[in-house]
């Protein structure tokens, strides 16, 4: 069967347009400019237990916008690098840097020395906004970059006097005081948007064609590139989203902007799949709940108990933590609606636990930092006809999806191959690189992925996994995610990832590292569990325990770090 017909089918089946509406704004900041008419008084962000309102934020967003044409060199097209965890200055200057029509670099607060002189260098930003705490890092940095202009906010500047005085010295104090660091010229937040305030902004002329974010890769496989989103790729994915957010059976409940509802954003607004969710859920008029730390459980629960929560956005090892804590199983879920997962495979135990503590259902989706991100979502239509575990969901409105061989023939269904995507929310190729764009990005606009994949006879795309993670074992291809899901439904695994390491018998093998859930848990218990449901050429031929898998900043398992382990050890 031809997979666009199964596709179309699907989205026939499920109510989803084939195609989304002609886009209503010019630029992304747009959109809180009209919730801001619209709904001036909700709250808008909250975050360490201070909000802004709609009328608030955007009246500080073009305060800072002001501040930039005014009392910088900055011009339309500059590059400006947002290096924020999840505070409310975050969509202050994010949304305020839009406005003043700057590029936007969302820069990752945990990178090292190394990583952030790649990323200004190669995004040649001129101005970066960045917490107190990283100012000895940014002192060693800035001489070797091309940024001119340093913004520095604390945790708390935009609270009231007393809040902000209490966090910010409770924050100095447990770091044992922020080292002092000395970088010419620098501005604090609270200057920057004063002075906007008593100056008038000028209206900029951005268009959708116009850059609004260079999103960097993870760097998997090298150093990180700037994927260019232009206004028209993430106003198209913000519709595209709200479409497949219509087609819940509860979005009423959310969609409500009268209600007193909140969305929790515990993964960080610098990773492209919580920084247009945002967005989304700014359009939508939602009140967004942002958890600086959600690796700090304690606090991330503490803060979510306040709020009657409609919404939640996650991924995979959160639900885990989160679901093995007693403090969050007493929280309130009567008002959760919606949970979505993204950013890594979703496996069956996880979001079956997560049902089973919340009840919520966990609605996967597919997207890539290339694709603004959301390719497909899972979807809560009537009797969960858009819902299937363990797959990707209902591919997005004016969006083509398509599985090719290594010899770029056009695969039907149920075959596995690379997938590929067309569509609105694809980005433009990868920032001064145009040898690695034309790698991944077709003259006709089709992006190769990397991921291997394969559409049934539902129009249900599912992931295998990455092309660069799959091990051979004899000839024949084993798949990581497959296995893991497999191990990680074993009651006494808490969590698990897969390599493959090099065998001179067999090319390569399968090793197992697993966290344990239950101390009695042994190697010959997984070995013969895993027999009793894969083939042999599967079976784990190691298996290891630890104590931590590592991950990245927004809780992606990270294999490449395990399989660099065992290269070193070898």
């Not at 209206?203 to 590139?225: E, F, N, P």
């Not at 497909?376 to 299937?388: H, P, Q, Y």
Request: charge should be negative; include cysteine.
């Amino acid at each position: 069967m031809n997979v666009q017909d199964a596709i179309d089918s699907l989205q026939q089946r499920v109510s989803v347009p084939s195609t989304i509406e002609p886009l209503q704004n010019q630029h992304l900041a747009e959109i809180l400019t009209r919730s801001a008419e619209r709904i001036p008084h909700k709250k808008a962000y909250t975050s360490l237990g201070f909000s802004l309102t709609y009328r608030d934020l955007d009246r500080l967003a073009t305060a800072f916008a002001s501040y930039l044409q005014h009392h910088t060199r900055a011009v339309k097209g500059d590059r400006i690098a947002i290096m924020l965890p999840n505070l409310v200055q975050y969509p202050v200057v994010f949304f305020g840097a839009l406005k003043a029509g700057l590029v936007v670099v969302n820069t990752n607060p945990l990178y090292t020395e190394r990583e952030l002189v790649h990323q200004f260098n190669d995004s040649g930003a001129k101005i970066l906004v960045a917490l107190a705490n990283s100012g000895d890092l940014l002192e060693r940095v800035i001489p070797r970059t091309p940024v001119n202009q340093v913004v520095i906010t604390e945790l708390a500047d935009l609270h009231g006097f007393v809040s902000r005085v209490a966090i910010n010295f409770a924050a100095r104090y447990v770091k044992k005081m922020v080292p002092s660091f000395d970088i010419p010229n620098a501005k604090s937040l609270r200057h920057c948007i004063k002075k906007g305030l008593s100056a008038n902004f000028d209206q900029v002329s951005i268009g959708l064609d116009d850059i609004a974010l260079l999103q960097y890769t993870g760097g998997t496989t090298g150093l990180s590139k700037g994927a260019v989103l232009l206004h028209k790729n993430l106003l198209s994915n913000v519709a595209q989203m709200e479409v497949l957010f219509n087609n819940f059976t509860d979005i009423d409940s959310i969609t409500d902007q009268d209600a007193d509802n909140t969305v929790v954003m515990p993964l960080p607004l610098y990773h492209v799949y919580a920084c247009t969710l945002s967005a989304q859920m700014i359009s939508l008029g939602q009140h967004c709940l942002l958890i600086p730390n959600p690796r700090d459980l304690d606090s991330t629960i503490k803060a979510m108990r306040p709020w009657k929560l409609s919404v939640f956005c996650g991924l995979n090892t959160l639900f885990v933590a989160l679901c093995a804590r007693k403090d969050f199983r007493a929280l309130d879920f009567s008002s959760l609606s919606v949970t979505v997962s993204g950013g890594m495979a979703l496996t069956s135990d996880a979001a079956n636990r997560w049902e089973e503590v919340t009840g919520c259902k966990v609605y996967e989706g597919y997207g890539l930092t290339e694709t603004s991100p959301v390719v497909s979502l899972n979807t809560g239509c009537k009797n969960d006809a858009g819902r299937k575990l363990g797959y990707i969901g209902v591919v997005a409105p004016s969006t083509e999806i398509r599985i090719i061989n290594s010899e770029g023939e056009i695969l039907a269904c149920n075959e596995e191959g690379e997938l590929c995507v067309r569509g609105p929310q694809v980005m433009q190729g990868y920032w001064q690189q145009a040898e690695k764009t034309a790698e991944v990005l077709s003259d006709d606009g089709w992006f190769a992925t990397g991921d291997i994949a394969f559409v049934d006879e539902q129009g249900f795309p599912k992931i295998v996994d990455r092309k660069k993670d799959m091990i051979i074992v004899s000839g024949f291809n084993v798949y990581p995610n497959e296995l893991e899901e497999v191990i990680s439904t074993h009651p006494a695994v808490l969590e698990c990832a897969v390599i493959g390491v090099v065998d001179e018998r067999t090319g390569e093998k399968v090793k197992v590292f697993i966290v344990k859930a239950d101390e009695t848990l042994t190697e010959n218990v997984i070995v013969d569990y895993c027999r009793s449901q894969l083939t042999p050429y599967k079976v784990p031929s190691q298996v290891e325990f630890i104590d931590e898998l590592p991950k990245s900043n927004v809780g992606k398992i990270l294999r490449r770090e395990l399989r660099d382990q065992e290269n070193s050890s070898a």
